[in-house]
């Protein structure tokens, strides 16, 4: 291993150790927060509000897991850190987030518009490229 390898190693574990530490504390805060909301606060769950605040905290960690299982996957694979795949599955899960915390009546149509153009490229984009993986798989056979 070269030196820059052997340093990008180093990186990426203390990234995945970092990372663990906040999905951890950002867990422990949901939970907290859901049984605020839910028991405490006693909100009704299907309150377009309660929905959004709960299911945008849900999308964030889930945005957080899969950095981090992209991280730990170039630890361990010995792949490269950037990957096309990973960053659009991302991109499009940050997407989601965004139109599932949206306000409608309060957004403009044209940010709604560009937000889910947005998230159909990307979605277009991830197929894309699972399509010229799948094929290229498929020839190595």
Known sequence: MHFYE????????????????????AFLRLIVDVYN???????????????????????????????KHSILQSIFRRASIVQV???????????ARKLIILDVKTESPAIIAALSGALLVAGIVFWLIKEREDSARYKNR
């Open 37 to 67: 909301l839910l028991i405490v606060l006693a909100l009704n769950p299907i309150e377009h509000s309660v929905f959004q605040t709960i299911f945008g905290m849900i999308m964030t960690l889930l945005i957080a897991l899969e950095f």
């Open 85 to 95: 795949r990973t960053v659009m599955l991302i991109a499009i899960l940050a997407l």
């Open 6 to 25: 052997k340093f990008e190693h180093i990186v990426s574990i203390a990234l995945t150790v970092i990372i663990s530490i906040v999905i951890i504390i």
